[in-house]
């Protein structure tokens, strides 16, 4: 059995909404990269992809919105500094397995020059070489780790998992324990971003 789209809101039910319902209660039609990529968009709705399911992301606070646009800020700054490379936030999809499709999302991007082909069309079907994981409340520290070998097993040469409620930046790589430098310390970008430093602290906040 399909499920359909609702285009209407019949029941005052959110078209996403229907279709998660869907999915959970036939048998399950999966939904593909495209499918997503088409699906109109309702404000304070985002979906990743999963093996074909849709998986709701939930509303973030402020505190994650200050977080984000601060590590969106600073890798964006010292990347058009350097001219190297590209910086995503909000977001961006990526479509990291086909049938099933998988597409997902992290809070911010940095991907290495010319990954990306001219005239991409959709979801790059690659893994960022830098993902940033921002935490929330909701989120357990398993969960972050989770995500950040996620990213590693996709092919991502790091991941950062913030934590706004204790300050700190937990750094993955593939092959080598986390490392978590404290607010005081310096975040170095080391030979995947060379050049790149900032305190931790300035990652969260304005002002110490």
Request: overall charge negative; hydrophobic content about 35%; proline content about 9%.
């Amino acid at each position: 059995m399909a499920c359909p789209w609702r285009q209407d809101g019949a029941d005052g039910a959110s078209p996403y909404l229907s279709l998660v319902w869907c999915q959970m209660t036939t048998k399950l039609k999966l939904i593909t990269a495209d499918e997503l990529l088409r699906m109109p968009r309702e404000e304070g709705v985002r979906y990743e992809l999963i093996r074909g399911v849709l998986v709701p992301k939930m509303p973030t606070g402020d505190r994650h919105r200050i977080t984000v646009s601060r590590f969106d800020t600073a890798l964006s700054n010292w990347s058009d500094e350097n001219d190297y490379g590209s910086v995503g936030a909000g977001e961006p999809g990526y479509l990291l397995d086909r049938d099933p499709d998988t597409v997902r999302a992290p809070d911010v991007v940095w991907i290495a020059p010319g990954r990306v082909p001219e005239g991409t069309q959709g979801y790059p079907e690659i893994a960022p070489d830098l993902a940033v994981e921002v935490k929330s409340p909701s989120n357990s520290n398993s969960e972050m780790a989770a995500k950040a070998a996620m990213w590693l097993s996709y092919g991502s040469k790091e991941v950062w998992v913030a934590n706004p409620e204790t300050t700190t930046v937990t750094r993955h790589r593939p092959s080598q324990l986390p490392v978590t430098p404290g607010e005081d310390d310096i975040l170095d970008g080391g030979d995947l971003l060379p050049g790149f430093t900032i305190p931790v602290w300035r990652l969260f906040r304005r002002r110490k």
